[in-house]
Structure formats: C-alpha cells, structure tokens
T-cell receptor, first 109, second 114 residues
Framework: GQNIDQPTEMTATEGAIVQINCTYQ??????LFWYQQHAGEAPTFLSY????GLEEKGRFSSFLSRSKGYSYLLLKELQMKDSASYLC??????????FGKGTKLSVIP | IAGITQAPTSQILAAGRRMTLRCTQD?????MYWYRQDLGLGLRLIHY???????GKGEVPDGYSVSRANTDDFPLTLASAVPSQTSVYFC?????????????FGPGTRLTVL
C-alpha cells in the first residue's frame, strides 16, 4: 500500500522562503511529483524528481532522497499568489500516481 | 478545444439517479484517469485507462464504471448515485502510463447527490 505524509497547513510571510516536507512509503518507486492546486481549481504540475538531489525551476525547487523516502518542495521569494495547496505524489512500481492529502500554504503580507 | 474539458461543471443529483460525467482531451494522450477529491482525503484514483479499449480499477472504484471507446473520450458513469459520491471529480491524462510523465487535469465537476 501507499503511505504519504505531509503537513496539513503552513503559513509564511511574503518574500520569505518555505519548505514543505513529504515522506512516503510506496510499493516500488519510479519518481515523485509535486502539484500546485489553488482553491476551486485543478491541480497543475510543478516538478518531478526521479533521481536523488535537488531540481531547481525558478523560484521553486524540489529535493528527493529515495533511501529516506523523503522529498521537499522549496518556495523562494514567496508571493501572495503562492497561497495554494501543494500535493506530493510518488509514482509507484506500477506507474500509478498516489497523491498525499496536500499542504495548504497561506502567504501573509 | 485545448487540453482537457469536463462536463458538466457542476450538477445536483437525486440519489438513485444515473449520471455520466464527460471528459475529452485533444492532446492524443494514451492514458486517462478519473479522480475524486474530498476534504481531508485528497485526490483518490477511481479508474484509469492505459489506452483506448482498456480500463483498470483504482483505489475507490465501487459504484463507478468507465469506458474508453477512443483516445479522446473517457466518460465516468454512476449507475445509481448515493450521497457518499458527493465530491469534486477530476479527469486527467498523460502521454503514457508506463513511464514517468506528468498528468494534466481537467477543470473538474462538482457533484452533489441528495
């Protein structure tokens, strides 16, 4: 089975840096995705990691440690529009995505 | 059409009624998926399809059926709706189910079963 754990809610200040952690246990592993979902909208792709290490994409970076079953999403220079839910989704051995319950990030002035 | 469309946007349905949620993509993606999203439970996979003509069960398939007659369309049917099927339903597609590739999501259908 799958077990994905990420914080339910986080709050951070505009302009700051925030790190959203995700730990997972899956039946096989083929990569990990991060999705962003604004309230009332569909999830949209942010990043994915297949190998260990840091993937940087503008203000967003994602890190993966396969041996530890751990990933984080790093958001820099936070903007109000970054207020959203962030979904951690490992890709298991059968190439199925399983989504975590999401971390609701609130960015305050 | 650009990407994935879903219809209807929202629906209120009496319990016991039959309902089909429609999903169409124009990206020629092989794989398609149906998820439901409930508060506190996240996105859960209902059914998926690797390619036209094949379907598979996800985490929560009971009470739902799908068909994949062609590449573009992947309708989800509730044969006899129950209140526990009140949810937001998202359709998604990806280029191929057999390798790491991102899923693209439709705008969702908000379904209320009374």
């Amino acid at each position: 089975g799958q077990n994905i754990d990420q914080p339910t809610e986080m709050t951070a200040t505009e302009g700051a840096i925030v790190q959203i952690n995700c730990t997972y246990q899956t039946s096989g592993f083929n990569g990990l995705f991060w999705y962003q979902q604004h309230a009332g909208e569909a999830p949209t792709f942010l990043s994915y990691n297949v190998l260990d290490g840091l993937e940087e994409k503008g203000r967003f970076s994602s890190f993966l440690s396969r041996s530890k079953g751990y990933s984080y999403l790093l958001l820099k220079e936070l903007q109000m529009k970054d207020s959203a839910s962030y979904l951690c989704a490992p890709f298991d051995g059968s190439y199925q995505l399983t989504f975590g319950k999401g971390t609701k990030l609130s960015v305050i002035p | 059409i650009a990407g994935i469309t879903q219809a209807p946007t929202s629906q209120i349905l009496a319990a016991g009624r039959r309902m089909t949620l429609r999903c169409t993509q124009d990206m020629r993606h092989n794989a398609m998926y149906w998820y439901r999203q409930d508060l506190g439970l996240g996105l859960r996979l209902i059914h998926y399809s690797n390619t036209a003509g094949t379907t598979g069960k996800g985490e929560v398939p009971d009470g739902y059926s799908v068909s994949r007659a062609n590449t573009d369309d992947f309708p989800l049917t509730l044969a006899s709706a129950v209140p526990s099927q009140t949810s937001v339903y998202f359709c998604a597609s990806s280029d191929d189910i057999g390798r790491v590739n991102e899923q693209f999501f439709g705008p969702g259908t908000r379904l209320t079963v009374l």
